[in-house]
């Protein structure tokens, strides 16, 4: 296996920096402290302009998720890489979908925010960190078992295209604004960068996601599966950390220069003082994603591309993200309410039964999570 390129390292570093230094900026623009790129909370905030929860702090359609879709889209068509697949347990992916935004709603963020969490000084995001990287191994252990869910096999172009076209057709609604789309006058949702910088970072952040298969659980994985020699060894997996690690750094940085740092464990815009409940929700997310061989924002930028399995599974995290707010059970402040405990303990118990009805005995990593893994 070749080593990693060198005229490669800028890529992944850039990725990185774009990611960073563009979420510190949408916060500073005016989106919400430490969520200036966030895909659960803005998946919710999503849902609620569409009436599919009555939260009125929470609806807004946050042109960045749109921006990631359809800036993901644009590229692999430039690059003629978007290829439409699926029909890989989709019903599961949707369920699966389902209980990743859950999980980000207990910890109040998704994989991209837990890292801005921790780059702004929120020393309370370490837990979610160790329970998203113990998710990871957990998920790892079982497809190293036999898990599978079966191979994704080459559809109608046009079935790829659904994804991007609900996207494009979202763009218009938030250009438009028609009476039945609804917008917050108050609370998170309310607090938003200016449209065409939100939908530029968007834009932006999904091409180069799709360049480098950027993935913040699948960097997690690789660490797990191998060595420091093997990670050096694969071009794809080096790729990965150098991104990581530049988006943490950018991140850092950029909240430094901008003001924006508090280190300190208490009192963190989106944290909450249920550390337990938010190392499960964040190690559901973990388990979840390695699953479906992707974390949210990586599952949105492959629906970009054509993959319809993550388009079915982008499906489940919108019915999530409502119902999430109808059924009150994001975390807050004031710690993490019974029915997101009891959603938690359903959704790990869902994800070992998952885990466990589809292992192939004997077979070893399946060779379609094998070929995303190397």
Same mark, same amino acid.
């Given at each position: 296996?070749? $080593?990693?390129?060198?005229?490669?390292?800028?890529?992944?570093?850039?990725?990185?920096?774009?990611?960073?230094?563009?979420?510190?900026?949408?916060?500073?623009?005016? +989106?919400?402290?430490?969520?200036?790129?966030?895909?659960? *909370?803005?998946?919710?905030?999503?849902?609620?302009?569409?009436?599919?929860?009555? +939260?009125?702090?929470?609806?807004?359609?946050?042109?960045?998720?749109?921006?990631?879709?359809?800036?993901?889209?644009?590229?692999?068509?430039?690059?003629?890489?978007?290829?439409?697949?699926?029909?890989?347990?989709?019903?599961?992916?949707?369920?699966?979908?389902?209980?990743?935004?859950?999980?980000?709603?207990?910890?109040?963020?998704?994989?991209?925010?837990?890292?801005? $969490?921790?780059?702004?000084?929120?020393?309370?995001?370490?837990?979610?960190?160790?329970?998203?990287?113990?998710?990871?191994?957990?998920?790892?252990?079982?497809?190293?078992?036999?898990?599978?869910?079966?191979?994704?096999?080459?559809?109608?172009?046009?079935?790829?295209?659904?994804?991007?076209?609900?996207?494009?057709?979202?763009?218009?609604?938030?250009?438009?604004?028609?009476?039945?789309?609804?917008?917050?006058?108050?609370?998170?949702?309310?607090?938003?960068?200016?449209?065409?910088?939100?939908?530029?970072?968007?834009?932006?952040?999904?091409?180069?996601?799709?360049?480098?298969?950027?993935?913040?659980?699948?960097?997690?994985?690789?660490?797990?599966?191998?060595?420091?020699?093997?990670?050096?060894? *694969?071009?794809?997996?080096?790729?990965?950390?150098?991104?990581?690690?530049?988006?943490?750094?950018?991140?850092?940085?950029?909240?430094?220069?901008?003001?924006?740092?508090?280190?300190?464990?208490?009192?963190?815009?989106?944290?909450?003082?249920?550390?337990?409940?938010?190392?499960?929700?964040?190690?559901?997310?973990?388990?979840?994603?390695?699953?479906?061989?992707? *974390?949210?924002?990586?599952?949105?930028?492959?629906?970009?591309?054509?993959?319809?399995?993550?388009?079915?599974?982008?499906?489940?995290?919108?019915?999530?993200?409502?119902?999430?707010?109808?059924?009150?059970?994001?975390?807050?402040?004031?710690?993490?309410?019974?029915?997101?405990?009891?959603?938690?303990?359903?959704?790990?118990?869902?994800?070992?039964?998952?885990?466990?009805?589809?292992?192939?005995?004997?077979?070893?990593?399946?060779?379609?999570?094998?070929?995303?893994?190397?």
């Amino acid at each position: 296996m070749e $080593r990693l390129r060198p005229q490669m390292i800028p890529l992944f570093i850039g990725m990185g920096a774009v990611i960073g230094v563009g979420a510190v900026l949408l916060s500073w623009y005016g +989106n919400p402290a430490n969520s200036g790129l966030c895909v659960a *909370c803005f998946m919710e905030n999503i849902a609620g302009a569409l009436g599919f929860h009555g +939260n009125v702090r929470m609806q807004y359609l946050r042109p960045e998720i749109i921006g990631l879709v359809l800036g993901a889209f644009g590229l692999s068509m430039f690059r003629g890489e978007f290829r439409s697949s699926g029909g890989s347990s989709p019903l599961l992916r949707f369920l699966v979908g389902v209980f990743l935004i859950v999980g980000c709603a207990v910890f109040i963020g998704c994989p991209v925010k837990l890292l801005l $969490r921790i780059a702004a000084g929120d020393l309370s995001a370490l837990t979610g960190l160790a329970g998203l990287a113990a998710g990871v191994y957990v998920g790892l252990e079982f497809i190293e078992n036999g898990f599978r869910l079966g191979k994704a096999e080459p559809a109608p172009r046009a079935n790829g295209l659904i994804i991007p076209g609900f996207m494009f057709f979202l763009l218009i609604l938030a250009l438009v604004q028609p009476g039945f789309i609804t917008q917050s006058e108050k609370g998170s949702a309310a607090q938003h960068a200016p449209f065409l910088l939100s939908l530029g970072v968007g834009l932006l952040i999904g091409a180069l996601a799709q360049r480098t298969r950027f993935c913040i659980t699948g960097g997690i994985a690789r660490l797990f599966l191998w060595g420091p020699r093997e990670i050096m060894n *694969c071009p794809r997996s080096t790729g990965l950390l150098i991104s990581i690690c530049s988006f943490f750094g950018f991140a850092l940085v950029a909240n430094l220069l901008t003001g924006q740092f508090n280190f300190d464990l208490q009192g963190q815009p989106s944290s909450s003082p249920s550390y337990g409940w938010a190392f499960l929700g964040m190690f559901m997310v973990g388990f979840g994603s390695v699953l479906i061989r992707g *974390c949210p924002l990586r599952q949105l930028v492959a629906a970009g591309q054509g993959d319809n399995d993550a388009g079915v599974t982008v499906m489940g995290m919108l019915v999530g993200a409502a119902l999430v707010q109808n059924w009150g059970l994001s975390g807050n402040a004031e710690g993490t309410p019974l029915p997101g405990q009891i959603a938690v303990l359903l959704g790990l118990c869902l994800l070992f039964l998952v885990g466990l009805l589809n292992r192939k005995r004997g077979y070893g990593i399946a060779p379609e999570y094998q070929a995303g893994l190397d």
